[in-house]
């Protein structure tokens, strides 16, 4: 069973710099894109940074310039590194990867979010 899990959350003053990891196992083929969303208290789920099989990077607007997303094939795992922090990105960040497997076709797989807060 595929399980996808994030790590490296935490209270940050603002400013500072945190960064997340994500990483999947279990029986995977291959991965395709692999996602940053957050979502903040009363707001709906947004993405904030994708990254393509081959490289190719995405980023809201809101952290153009402040966050870094990368990925390591040979470990399954995606990393955001998030500076210059501000109060407005407090929220649970969650990681989706697009996913085959060896018995089945592509799937979107998420982890169970891992808590952001920047105090000012």
């Known amino acids: 069973q595929v399980q996808v899990v994030e790590s490296g959350g935490g209270l940050v003053q603002a400013g500072g710099s945190l960064r997340l990891s994500c990483t999947a196992s279990g029986p995977i083929f291959s991965i395709n894109s692999m996602d940053w969303y957050r979502q903040a208290p009363g707001n709906q789920r947004r993405l904030v940074a994708t990254?393509?099989?081959?490289?190719?990077?995405y980023y809201a607007d809101s952290v153009k310039g402040r966050f870094t997303i990368s990925r390591d094939d040979a470990k399954n795992t995606t990393y955001l590194q998030m500076n210059s922090l501000k109060p407005e990105d407090t929220a649970v960040y969650y990681c989706r990867a697009m996913i085959r497997t060896w018995k089945e076709g592509w799937n979107a797989y998420w982890g169970q979010g891992t808590q952001v807060t920047v105090s000012s």
């Open positions: 990254i393509t099989r081959i490289g190719s990077t």
